[in-house]
């Protein structure tokens, strides 16, 4: 008979994902309900239209905030990052660096209220068009504008490890915190911190093939 793989991990960490999805809805919901503007009411709404993946009312939120006011940044960087989910990577580069280019340092926070920025974007949507250079520099912008986006120091640590590049994937460990979507790559730098050994290269290696390639 075959062992059970033991679930217990994944099981935690679907509950944790859980109660932040909860949490960042009944945010939300009160922001469409209270919000000061309605620019704001429908960047909120778009954002649970997100969440429920229905990505053609999203955008038609984010649009209309824009028509209530045409400088909503937040508006027009969360249809980049829509545009990123729909794979249409043209699209949400340009209107990246048309946020980017209206302020470099625009901040704001991602729907579950953890820390973003404008080069956060900039990062991923250079990243899906293949451009890790030009990624890995909007990252390490991110995370000079804001230490704490533990998302931009993920990625960053994802690129650096595509390129071999292990000890400078390292030096973003402590940047990504305890949150639970990094948990594993964190454990697995720390492990190669630690270690030695004649073994070491083949954990370094495994680990450049299984992390670098994802994202």
């Known amino acids: 008979m075959k062992d059970v793989p033991d679930i217990s991990s994944d099981l935690q960490l679907a509950a944790a994902k859980g109660r932040e999805i909860i949490q960042a809805l ?43 006011d045409p400088g909503s940044l937040e508006a027009k960087a969360r249809l980049a990052i829509l545009y990123t989910k ?5 699209t ?8 980017a280019q209206q302020n470099a340092k ?13 080069q956060t974007v900039l990062g991923d949507t250079h990243r899906e068009n293949g451009n890790a250079e030009d990624a890995k520099t909007a990252y390490a912008a991110a995370l000079k504008l804001q230490s704490s986006d533990d998302y931009a120091a993920f990625r ?3 690129l650096y490890l595509g390129s071999g590049d292990v000890a400078a994937a390292q030096s973003l460990a402590k940047k990504m915190g305890d949150h639970s979507e990094f948990a594993e790559l964190n454990a697995a730098l720390r492990l190669v911190n630690v270690g030695s050994g004649p073994g070491m290269g083949r954990i370094i290696a495994d680990l450049t093939s299984k992390f670098g390639g994802a994202v």
Do not use: C, M, N
């Open 92 to 99: 949400a580069l340009k209107t990246a660096l048309e946020v």
């Open 86 to 90: 729909q794979r249409r990577r043209p």
């Open 156 to 158: 960053l640590a994802q």
């Open 106 to 118: 625009f901040k704001f926070s991602d729907i579950t209220g953890r820390p973003r920025s404008v």
């Open 26 to 68: 009944e945010r939300l919901v009160g922001e469409v309900e209270q919000a000061q503007s309605d620019a704001a009411r429908l960047v909120a709404a778009g954002k649970i239209r997100e969440v429920a993946q229905t990505f053609q009312l999203a955008q038609k939120h984010y649009h209309a905030a824009l028509q209530r």
